[in-house]
């Protein structure tokens, strides 16, 4: 009954205004598996190279992250080289080096294929398609978050694998892109039309909005003293929601809005320093004590 | 027991990507004013010139809007022209005609000098603490709204009245000048150390950022359909934030986060239509409808 999770494990070379980190673990699926696996057992489909070695299996090792769909073949890892400026808001891509990932062909493990969640992270929406038909049932729900690049790009295979799709995450920019509407109600109600029934809208240090057929429900990011590194943030946060969101098997408003505020809190902690070193440290007693923290910002009794 | 507001009183011409409007009624006074009026009786002191006439007077009619300190004198009235891009996030001013606002020295009526609660809008340092200076006791508390102008060009005078303040209103840049720290949460800290032990941080789209000694909230904007003109949103939330709490006459924790809402509410009227349009028109049943409604966004049950 895990949650299963397709996307990038990589290495990046990241500067900020705080540092540098050279060839530290990276990728979409390092950060959401990390995060998710604190509230439900995930499985990893990705694909590395022979770079990554036993330091770097060992991130997952003694966590319930089942690496079987991790594939390590010839070559070398993903590789992706970026930088952000003082406000942090938007990483440079300095360098993309694909590697073993320009031919990735997801394949599920047998024992993967009537997973209960999927999440589809953001990969070329051909294979994201794939891997939903490699499902021996439908699973109980599938979230998938892309990026400006498919949906400008390979816009027909997108509304293809939207389709089959129940919780979209993206960001405000690819919102507006992908339905041609600027105000996110409105993108919201096109976005319905494709096929995803729940629309979250991660704003990076202004928040998270999630639009539901039951209601709207806004949450702010966690104010933090320092940030040292974005990286990985957005990929955290879907772990932390759909982590969530699987521990209590449910899509109502009320633990989709709770899932919202999982997800806020488990990003905190990864911006907090360079790549995964936070997310590695953090423990469930943090992660709790955080979030009844950053519940008490933002509820107001007595209403 | 009114709240007593003194700012500007004046015409706008405004364009925004959704029309353009001559000769409206502006100013931070009459925004703050008419949103206000729906918790407390509010008193303005401002000036006008010659061409306020019978229907500008009409606007603040049959409100609890005292405008014996809303003196006129010969001249034109202050008059502002701006346009808005297609992101609506920033006003660019194209003409600023003081008029009979250059000579403004507030003089506060014998009866408004007792009031127990007092907002200082937008306008020179200098006088904000002329006003102080003309009350007959210090009132229950003291709000105070500046910008960058003052902050960059008349700090000494700014730093002398934030002394006097309880509560500060600014943006983010506003925020960040003022304290000289890019994250939010040090600008707190630093401009306690001012003055102002309560820190209002407006950041329009995105919502506001309250910091108290007891805690920190965050409430995202409302979220609309349409926005048609951000003039006067932020005055509209002062009205609403200090209303509320001139209503309740508590400055506890509890209750600023119940007037940050109040005020987020009144301001999503306001951005509705151009001008005070929306402002004029909104019945206190629809005020409480949409504050139940945002509410209902924001919270999350059973935490």
Redesign the interface.
Request: without cysteine; aromatic residues 6%; positive net charge.
């Given at each position: 009954m895990s949650l299963l999770a397709v996307g990038s494990v990589a290495f990046d070379d990241l500067e900020t205004p705080f540092g540098r980190r050279e060839n530290i673990l990276g990728g979409s699926a390092s950060y959401f598996s990390l995060s998710a696996s604190h509230f439900r057992p995930v499985e990893i489909v990705a694909v590395v190279g022979q770079d990554f070695g036993p330091d770097h299996y060992k991130v997952f090792e003694g966590r319930p992250i089942d690496l079987g769909g991790l594939v390590q073949i010839p070559g070398k890892s993903f590789h992706w080289k970026g930088e952000y400026g003082?406000d942090l808001s938007e990483a440079k891509t300095l360098e993309t080096h694909l590697n073993v990932f320009a031919d990735f062909r997801p394949v599920l493990p047998e024992t993967s294929r009537s997973a209960p969640f999927l999440f589809l992270g953001n990969i070329d929406p051909v294979l994201q398609l794939e891997v939903v038909k490699q499902m021996a049932q439908r699973p109980r729900w599938i979230a998938l978050d892309t990026m400006n690049f498919w949906i400008e790009g390979s816009r027909e295979a997108l509304l293809a694998v939207l389709k089959e799709i129940d919780i979209l995450l993206v960001n405000e920019t690819e919102a507006r892109s992908l339905s041609g509407e600027?105000?996110?109600?409105?993108a919201y109600q096109k976005i319905q039309t494709l096929g995803p029934r729940i629309l979250v809208v991660k704003?990076g240090e202004?928040?998270v909005?999630l639009f539901t057929p039951e209601?709207?429900?806004?949450?702010?990011a966690f104010?933090?003293?320092?940030?040292l590194d974005p990286t990985g943030a957005g990929d955290t946060f879907a772990g932390g929601f759909l982590g969530y969101l699987a521990s209590v098997d449910s899509l109502d408003f009320?633990n989709l809005?709770?899932a919202t505020?999982a997800g806020t809190v488990m990003a905190s902690f990864t911006v907090e320093n360079f790549g995964t070193t936070q997310l590695e440290a953090v423990t469930l007693e943090r992660i709790h004590e955080r979030l009844?923290l950053f519940?008490?910002?933002?509820?107001?009794?007595?209403?």
């Open positions: 003082q600027r105000n996110l109600i409105k704003r202004h928040g909005s209601g709207y429900f806004m949450a702010p104010p933090l003293e320092e940030v009320q809005k709770k505020l009844r519940t008490d910002m933002i509820q107001v009794a007595g209403n």
